[in-house]
């Protein structure tokens, strides 16, 4: 499956605790987005990076939360010292870059519970 | 920031009807790129449209470009029990940023 990956699919942490979500994009694709769903809501952006780089961050907590997609390996989405309102599901998607169709493609998501 | 306003908010409708919704924004958009979400899954890409006034089926489902480049529809004919889900629709600017609207739950009855 070329699909996106993301890991874990269900994480539970208590509150302080840190999580760090995983994400693979598809093959091929250098850029990839976090956006955070509640329930009942909408996607909301959270972030947008290329291997190495943050290009946009404007969706991101400017306190506990951080990612990165280092040149080896998957993207990360740290959210340290959790809290309930972190309670949420996070959604990966990637696309090819600047040059591509602009169609970014999803993950199933990793869905974090805060007790 | 963008913002999309989509409608309606949710639906309920009878297996073999016809669903139209839409979104419109203030802003300009390049691509408008239409969603379908299943409970516990992530968003999987039905249709995308990439030209002011593009018309583009799939199946049952057709979505235009608006000609303002500022709102887009969907169509789907003839609604399944299968159809149900959220639908989102989403628009790409120049900065290659995705915003999406807030969906659209669609509810069918057998």
């Known amino acids: 499956n070329a699909g996106v990956m993301q890991n874990p699919r269900h994480l539970v942490r208590r509150r302080g605790q840190e999580a760090r979500l995983r994400c693979s994009p598809m093959k091929g694709h250098s850029h990839v987005y976090w956006y955070r769903q509640l329930p009942e809501e909408g996607l909301k952006f959270m972030v947008y990076?290329?291997?190495?780089?943050?290009?946009?961050e404007s969706g991101m907590p400017k306190e506990r939360f951080s990612a990165e997609f280092p040149k080896e390996g998957p993207s990360i989405l740290r959210i340290q010292q959790v809290v309930r309102g972190d309670s949420a599901a996070y959604f990966c998607?990637?696309?090819?870059?600047?040059?591509?169709?602009?169609?970014?493609?999803f993950g199933e998501g990793s869905r974090l519970t805060v007790l | 920031g963008q913002q999309l306003n989509q409608s309606p908010q949710s639906m309920f409708i009878q297996e073999g009807e016809d669903v139209s919704m839409n979104c419109t924004s203030s802003?300009?958009?390049?691509?408008w790129l239409w969603y379908k979400q299943d409970p516990g899954e992530g968003p999987v890409l039905l249709i995308a449209l990439y030209k002011a006034g593009e018309l583009t089926s799939n199946g049952r489902l057709t979505a235009q470009f608006g000609i303002t480049r500022k709102d887009s529809f969907l169509n789907i004919s003839a609604s399944i029990p299968s159809d149900v889900g959220i639908y989102f629709c989403a628009g790409r600017n120049a900065g290659n940023m995705l915003t999406f609207g807030g969906g659209t739950r669609l509810m069918v009855k057998p």
């Open positions: 998607a990637s696309s090819p870059g600047r040059r591509g169709t602009g169609e970014l493609f």
């Open positions: 990076l290329q291997k190495e780089n943050i290009i946009d």
């Open positions: 802003s300009i958009f390049n691509t």
